[in-house]
């Protein structure tokens, strides 16, 4: 099994910037492709970010692109989200994935969660 603690959420005012952690523990958790996603009371959970294993692809919602930058090192078993010029919609908890079932094209198919970052923008 795949173990996943998000950290790095906190209060930032919009247009601040924010960089998440996921710290992975298990077995072979570099072969896993790490996404993340956000999700406020009452909504659904909505994709952010996801990077392949090797962390030679990446793909962002188009909401995040040319802002959000996701990465890891595989090392260190940590996946990052960076997060530039943040908006207030953008308050949610965020929560670090992961799947080891290919192709990855529906949030159904990610193995493991974390329990989830707070994330406010304040306005």
């Known amino acids: 099994q795949v173990q996943l603690v998000e950290s790095g959420g906190r209060l930032v005012q919009a247009g601040g910037s924010l960089r998440l952690f996921c710290a992975a523990s298990g077995r072979t958790v570099s072969s896993y492709v790490m996404g993340w996603f956000r999700q406020t009371p009452g909504k659904e959970r909505e994709f952010v970010a996801v990077i392949s294993w090797s962390a030679g692809r990446t793909y962002y919602a188009d909401s995040a692109k040319g802002r959000f930058t996701i990465s890891r090192d595989n090392a260190k078993d940590t996946v990052y989200l960076q997060m530039n010029s943040l908006k207030p919609e953008e308050t949610a908890v965020y929560y670090c994935?992961?799947?080891?079932?290919?192709?990855?094209?529906?949030?159904?198919?990610?193995?493991?969660w974390g329990q989830g970052t707070q994330v406010t923008v304040s306005s």
């Open positions: 994935a992961a799947t080891n079932r290919y192709p990855v094209v529906t949030i159904s198919q990610y193995n493991y």
